[in-house]
Structures are given as C-alpha cells and as structure tokens.
C-alpha cells in the first residue's frame, strides 16, 4: 500500500499499527520501511497508541527510531590513572609497568627455585654435607651480621619479589577480563589464549598453596610430627618418606613445570617486544630455553621425593 492510500484511509494505517504492536520488537526492516512511507516525519499524523508505543517498543514518529546499524562503542577499559609524584609509581600503575614488575619478580623467584633445586642436590652427597649447607647459609657474612642475618635479608627480598609477582598477576588478569568482556570470535584463539592464561593461574594456585604446606613442613616443622631443629636432611627424609606427602610434592613440581615453562616464555614476550631488537625469528630458541629450565628444575626436585621413598635417601 501507498503512502497516499493511508493519508486517505487513516483506519488502514491504524489496523496497520495494530498488527505491528504484536510484532513488539522493531526491526530494522519494519523501521526503514514505516520511514520510507513517509509516516515517520513528525507531525503529520496522530500515531495511534497501542500497547506495544506504550512500552516505547514501537517506532512511531514522535519517537527516535533506534540506531540502524549494531552498537559498535565500547565500554571504558579503564578509568585513567591520576598522576602521583612518583614516575615510579606511575609505571607500577600501568599494564606495562605491571608487566616489567612480572617478569622482574619472574626472574628473581626463577633464580631462587634454580639455586635451591642445585642446594637440595647435596641431599645425595649424605647427611652431613646437606645439613653443613644449611648451616653455611645461616652463617653468610658473620660475625660482620648476625646469624642468619643475610639468610633473613635473602627472605625479605623473596617475600617481596613473591608478594608483587601475586599482585601484578591479579592486577593483569583484571585488566584483560575487563578489556574482553566477551569472548573471542574464533575457537583457535580462544583454545591458545585460555590454555596459557588458565595453565599460569592453577599451576600458580598448586606452587602457591605448596609454599604454605613446604614451609610448614620442613622450616617450621608443623606437619612433621618427627621435626628435628637444626637438622634438614632427617626432616627431609622423614617427611618425603610418607606415601601422600611424597605425591603432594611431586604433583606440585609437575605444577612448577609448567608455570616456569610458560612463565619463562612470558618473560621473553613481554620484555623482548619492547626491544627494538627483538627478533620474533629467535622464538623457538626462547621456547627450548624454557622448556629446559622448567624440566630441569622439576625433573630434579622430583627426583628427591623418588629418592627417600626408594631408600637412596634417608
Ligand atoms: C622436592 C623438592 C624440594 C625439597 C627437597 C626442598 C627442601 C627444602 C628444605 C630442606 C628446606 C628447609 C631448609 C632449612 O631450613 O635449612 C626448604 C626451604 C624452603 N623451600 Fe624448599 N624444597 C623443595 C622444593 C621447593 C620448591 C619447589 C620451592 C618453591 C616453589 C621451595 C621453596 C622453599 C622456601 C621458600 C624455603 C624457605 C627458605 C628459608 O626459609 O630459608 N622449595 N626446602
């Protein structure tokens, strides 16, 4: 029907409108069309008032018609950050600096798990020799410091660098969540993205909550009912020796490998790319050397629960 059908007949137009209040949601069809007819311009003609005008679902022409094309704008990502005093501060707030604090702290705890995995190997030289290393480490630097003075500073700088890898790690996880709030498009990238993101945060969980168990077992010797002060090696053999406890560190290091493994590729991506010199030609160079630090140093502290339980140690 024309236009100049329904200026002569206005009942048509109405029974029109009528038909359209079942259809409720407007589509961008029924939206260029009323358009197209000339009905839309504003006061030419009283539009009836039908249930679905009421809930503002029709489009009339006392009403702005809704946007044709798909809503493309997105949220904001992020309030922006105000300036303090301190550019140091300033990096620490962004995604980037969050980053270098990442890898930073990364490199600091992937040293302190190296040198610790070349320590535990005294554990195979026997009794004395293992617990003599202890006891240097509680000695560094005496009588210049106290006992245990620089074992204590080497403490505080883990716990520090610990603490902040935890924090940028949320603190970026947070930052991607709200800069995709919808999922990705193609099942390719969401599999590789996810994997990656997913391994980092459970594997990071496991070593986490091993650290509380480790430390209450075999520094403060709550969990090991035959804790002796003083003495590594007879704890350390007295506690690996127990079926579950032994399984437990061993899953946990399977753990380690992996989020060394994909914490160390990280490291290589987020401050390589902010290198003019980063050859991406160089990856596969980059993957062998984490893929050998992760097996070389869960491989080997999986070897110390193996020990004790098959009797070389202990
Ligand atoms: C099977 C593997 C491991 C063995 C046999 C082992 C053994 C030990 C022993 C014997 C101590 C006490 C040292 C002492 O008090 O003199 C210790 C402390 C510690 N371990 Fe392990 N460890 C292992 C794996 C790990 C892993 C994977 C981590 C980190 C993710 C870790 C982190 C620590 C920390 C932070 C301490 C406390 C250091 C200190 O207070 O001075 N250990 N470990």
Do not use: C
């Not at 200026?7 to 137009?13: E, G, V």
């Not at 300033?90 to 270098?100: I, T």
């Not at 603190?171 to 995709?180: D, F, G, M």
């Not at 140093?297 to 070897?303: K, L």
């Amino acid at each position: 029907m024309d236009v100049s059908t329904y200026r002569r007949r206005p009942h048509l137009w109405r029974a029109e409108a009528g038909k359209s209040d079942r259809r409720v949601r407007p589509s961008p069809l029924s939206v260029s069309s009323v358009i197209s007819l000339g009905l839309g311009s504003a006061g030419r003609r009283p539009v009836p008032v039908t249930a679905a005008s009421k809930k503002g679902l029709l489009v009339t022409a006392t009403k702005e018609p809704p946007a044709l094309t798909p809503d493309i704008s997105s949220p904001t990502i992020r309030k922006a950050n105000r300036r303090s005093n301190f550019p140091i501060i300033d990096l620490y707030k962004s995604s980037v600096g969050k980053k270098w604090i990442m890898a930073l702290t990364g490199i600091m705890l992937m040293g302190f798990v190296l040198f610790h995995m070349i320590g535990n190997l005294k554990m195979y030289l026997g009794e004395s020799h293992f617990n003599e290393y202890a006891e240097f480490l509680r000695q560094l630097l005496v009588p210049i410091v106290p006992p245990t003075g620089v074992l204590w500073i080497l403490r505080l700088g883990l716990i520090g660098a610990f603490a902040l890898h935890i924090q940028s790690a949320y603190a970026l996880t947070r930052i991607n969540h709200k800069a995709r709030p919808v999922n990705y498009k193609s099942p390719r990238d969401y599999v590789a993205v996810n994997w990656a993101a997913r391994t980092m945060r459970w594997s990071g969980i496991i070593v986490g909550l091993f650290l509380l168990w480790h430390l209450a077992d075999l520094t403060w010797g709550w969990a090991n009912p035959d804790f002796v002060n003083g003495n590594p090696y007879s704890n350390v053999a007295t506690s690996l020796d127990r079926a579950p406890v032994a399984a437990l560190y061993i899953l946990a290091n399977i753990a380690l490998g992996f989020h060394l493994y994909h914490g160390a590729w990280s490291i290589f991506q987020s401050l390589g790319s902010m290198s003019a010199r980063f050859n991406p030609r160089h990856n596969p160079l980059r993957r062998g050397f984490a893929a050998g630090f992760a097996i070389l140093v869960a491989g080997v502290n999986i070897t110390f629960p193996i020990a004790v339980l098959t009797g070389v140690v202990g």
